[in-house]
């Protein structure tokens, strides 16, 4: 198994950047590919971007293309969500998860953005 543990969300204006940090514990973290996902207040969960374990294939919902990128330490069994030019619709609870083939059976507890407008 492998345990997950997301932070650095926070309160933050339009326009501006912040990183979100998702932290890895357990079994080896290189083994498996990361995505993110966030749920907004009353919307289902919704998907991101991801990364394949190798760090080199990311994909990204059209929503944040250009704007979120995500990239994993693997010496530090950590993978990051770099967030910039938000906006208020970015606010949500954003999560990420490990998985294997497709399937994500592990999930942290989640870490709050708010945008303000």
């Known amino acids: 198994q492998v345990q997950l543990v997301e932070s650095g969300g926070g309160l933050v204006q339009a326009g501006v950047s912040l990183r979100l940090s998702c932290a890895a514990s357990?079994?080896?973290?290189?083994?498996?590919?990361m995505r993110w996902f966030r749920q907004a207040p009353g919307k289902e969960r919704e998907f991101v971007g991801g990364?394949?374990?190798?760090?080199?294939?990311?994909y990204y919902a059209d929503s944040v293309k250009g704007r979120f990128t995500i990239f994993r330490d693997n010496t530090k069994n950590t993978v990051y969500l770099q967030m910039n030019s938000l906006k208020p619709e970015d606010t949500a609870v954003y999560f990420c998860?490990?998985?294997?083939?497709?399937?994500?059976?592990?999930w942290g507890q989640g870490t709050q953005v708010t945008v303000s407008s």
């Open positions: 990364l394949k374990r190798n760090g080199d294939s990311t």
């Open positions: 357990g079994r080896t973290f290189s083994y498996y590919d």
């Open positions: 998860a490990a998985g294997v083939n497709g399937i994500y059976n592990y």
